[in-house]
Every structure is written in structure tokens, then in C-alpha cells.
């Protein structure tokens, strides 16, 4: 059971992705955002879905540097251009559980989409996790949030 939890908080930190934390190479509108998330518990099988509204303040961010706030993760291949981006990512070793994923996210102006592969080897176990995600902008402030 702790493979599951350690899988779906690396989930949790994938569904950071969607939002402006760091200033990058994406440019997109700001306001208030619709987020769909989607993904399946590797276990259960049991479909993972959530829907957030979020109040992005940055028109640039970089999604794959999102994923280097936790420092045990590297990046260590990024293509960029000025609307979309795909990345790899390691992360773990040592005493840690290993991790490696790779990501793309493409901005459409007041539209976005993404998708992430996470793979986990735990011993002798290894689990996959797919990560999809779209959004869209609902205003143009984020004026009541």
C-alpha cells in the first residue's frame, strides 16, 4: 500500500504542472482557469479525475521546472518553443524510491493541454502512471477567487 501512496503523490506533484509557479517559456493568458485532470490508480484500475479552477497571474511559466521544486528531481532533456514544451525527468535514488517521467504541455493562448508518463521501481515492483490534463480560460481576471 505505501507504493500506491508514494505513486499518487508523485501524481499530486505532476498536478502541479498546471499551475504558474515558476516564470518560463510557455506564454499564456491570464485569469481564472477551468483544470481537468485525469489519470487511473495503477492499482485499482479506478479512474482519478479532478476538475479545479485556478487564478493564473503569470502569462509565461515552464511546467517541467515545476517538477525540480522537489530536489531529489532532474531534468535532463527539455525541448521548449514559444507554446509548448516536453521534458524527462528523474528523480529518487540512493535510499529513495526511483522515479522517471517525461511530460509535454502545449499552450493555446486561453487553452492548454498535457500529458505525463511517471514510472516507479520499488524493488522489484514497478508501476506506471499516466497523467492527462486540459484547460481552459474561463476570464480574464480573477477577480472573487
Do not use: Y
Not at 499530486?12 to 481537468?36: C, M, Q, S
Not at 485556478?54 to 532533456?77: G, H, K, L, W, Y
Not at 516507479?120 to 477567487?145: F, H, L, P, V, Y
Amino acid at each position: 500500500m505505501i507504493v500506491v501512496k508514494l505513486l499518487l503523490s508523485v501524481v499530486g506533484l505532476t498536478l502541479t504542472l498546471a499551475l504558474p509557479l515558476t516564470a518560463g517559456a510557455i506564454e499564456i493568458e491570464t485569469g481564472a482557469w477551468e483544470i481537468r485532470m485525469q489519470s487511473v490508480n495503477p492499482v485499482s484500475g479506478q479512474p482519478i479525475k479532478e476538475t479545479i479552477i485556478e487564478c493564473i497571474e503569470d502569462s509565461n511559466f515552464d511546467p517541467a521546472q515545476t517538477m525540480m521544486e522537489d530536489e531529489a528531481c532532474r531534468i535532463v532533456d527539455k525541448q521548449e518553443s514559444r507554446n509548448s514544451v516536453s521534458w524527462k525527468i528523474q528523480c529518487g535514488g540512493g535510499d529513495m524510491v526511483s522515479f522517471s517521467g517525461e511530460g509535454s504541455f502545449i499552450s493555446h493562448g486561453d487553452s492548454a493541454e498535457g500529458e505525463m508518463r511517471m514510472v516507479m521501481t520499488m524493488g522489484q515492483t514497478r508501476m506506471e502512471m499516466r497523467n492527462k490534463w486540459s484547460g481552459k480560460r474561463i476570464s480574464a481576471t480573477c477577480d472573487g477567487m
